[in-house]
């Protein structure tokens, strides 16, 4: 029985060899017959490189690039970005690739290199002979190519896709992740039917679209998500709001001085839309204890979110946004946003007092004291351990926010590093319930919408849509500094008033990088200060200019107090009208 097995072993074994070496046979002898058949042709190989530009400058990405030589294509060798016989340019524009000239060719021979993309002309390039270097290996080139916009079916479905979810966005008559997403999703199956019967319907690639997601900005909003969650269950923003009140001394007056105050502080360094979805159900139970309309409280609240935001990198959407396109830092914002801020916040204060005095005279409470025992007990704090452990690790990742700079880290890591550390500590205590947090305390929609609407301003951007209003923009500022401040601040804070300032800003972002490049005088990166001025301060405009608002009216329609669109506007559009002009006065003294 052992020895049949043993037989069958090494018959095995014999089949298998005879099969390999079969195999290796095949593999050798048509080549070798094929020498001996075909004679060789002797190549001569031409290493050419370069960059794709757009008129302002910047990459052109996935652009087909097409080489000559003394008007005959020739065959593409091997080049590194896997587009099988295609050679087309990566995400900075640029392109290599090896041909094969005849030999004998390249004596005197001139090259031509030919590129195209959908909604761009196709421009050709001729690198004389003097030009071409030899090398050892062969010949080398390079050829740098600017290539010219035109508008191809795929700008007009572009363009309109992008302003119809704009409409839906903006006027919240779809939920704007959907309506994001929608957009999206409609632009990249048109890139992939259409555009592959013609490729004048292409409008990105989905390589394109992933690359046009900003993580960075992902990862910040989500980190601060769960830090902001974690200290929710503390209790700390329900006792500042009882420590504001014992601070007033019951006058409603400095009551909502302190309230505007701390709502801007902690705008600055929490998302203000978490902010504001905290304070609100505080606010309104203290102004109903007072006998005075929430409203007295929550629309100051939400100027102030709103201003406060605007003095750090992460204090708002737009800001956020603003800082990993251009590179800008913390201490940045707050060096050049925090002063103009401050002062905006307390003349908020005086405005406050003109517009809700009369409201505000109108609280009574009999029993001051007792008041305050009920605050007492009603708003504390809830776990302290908690709340030290949070505490600690906000520190942390504040100080890391301001010297990111220094050590070359994206905020995002910072943000990250800290919910990390909280998220670990309260699983390890068993303080925190980890479904509940990433349930509810993780705005997954608010993510979402962003990578969507990176992919929404990436099209655009492909198509062309963005040169053309940069065009418009430095043709209307003529180039000049001074006009140039003083519209992209005013466009920007009435645009954001009247739409959602998260799509407006990722529209501007290159833009404005564009206008910094060209402008005499913009290095000091004025123009980015103006963007996150209109964009956030304009959003105090309308009762829709920004998360912000949406939030804070949405909790207070549902607990029976609502605004109508109007008489928001009354109180804010005015006073989004003095601190922009506090803005432009300050801009225009200082850059």
Known sequence: MKRSRVTRCLSFLFVFAVLCLCTISAGFLPSAMAAEDVPAIDYDLLDIYGKIVNLHGSGVADALVEVSVNGHPVEVARHGNGHGEELKTKQDGTFQARVKVPHGEMEGASVAITAYKTSYTRESLVISHDDI????????????????????????????????????????????????????????????????????????????????????????????????????????????????????????????????????????????????????????????????????????????SNIGGTATLIGDPPNIMIGSYAGLTFTDFVVNLAPVCGLGIIVLFVYSKFVYGREYGKAKIDDVPLFLAQLREEYRITDSTLLSVGLIVMTIVVALFLSHGYWHMEVCIAALFGAALLFTYGLLTKRIDLLQLIEKDIEWTTLLFFMFLFMLVGAVEETGLLDIVADGVLRLSGGDLTKSICLILWVAAIMSAFVDNIPFTATMLPIVAYLTEVIPGADSQVLWWALAFGACFGGNGTMIGASANVVTLGIAESAGHPIKFVGYMKVGFPYMLISVALANVWLLLFY
């Not at 007033?248 to 978490?274: E, H, K, P, Q, W």
């Open 133 to 304: 270097a030899r090398t050892s290996n062969g010949y080398v080139a390079k050829a740098d190519l600017a290539i010219k916009r035109s508008t191809s079916p795929a700008f007009w479905i572009a363009a309109t896709v992008f302003v119809l979810a704009y409409i839906l966005i903006s006027f919240e008559l779809l939920h704007r992740t959907l309506a994001a997403m929608l957009g999206a999703s409609i632009m990249l199956v048109v890139s992939y039917t259409l555009g592959t019967i013609n490729p004048e319907y292409h409008i990105l690639s989905y390589e394109s679209a992933i690359a046009a997601i900003d993580m960075n900005v992902i990862f910040l909003l989500m980190g601060m998500m769960i830090i902001v969650g974690i200290l929710k269950h503390t209790g700390v923003f329900q006792w500042c709001a009882y420590k504001s009140y014992q601070l007033s001394r019951g006058n409603v007056l400095v009551l909502a001085i302190i309230l505007m105050l701390f709502t801007a502080v902690a705008s600055a360094f929490l998302d203000n839309v978490t902010t504001m979805l905290l304070l609100t159900p505080v606010s309104i139970e203290i102004a109903l204890s007072l006998g005075i309309s929430p409203i007295a409280l929550l629309i100051p609240e939400i100027l102030a």
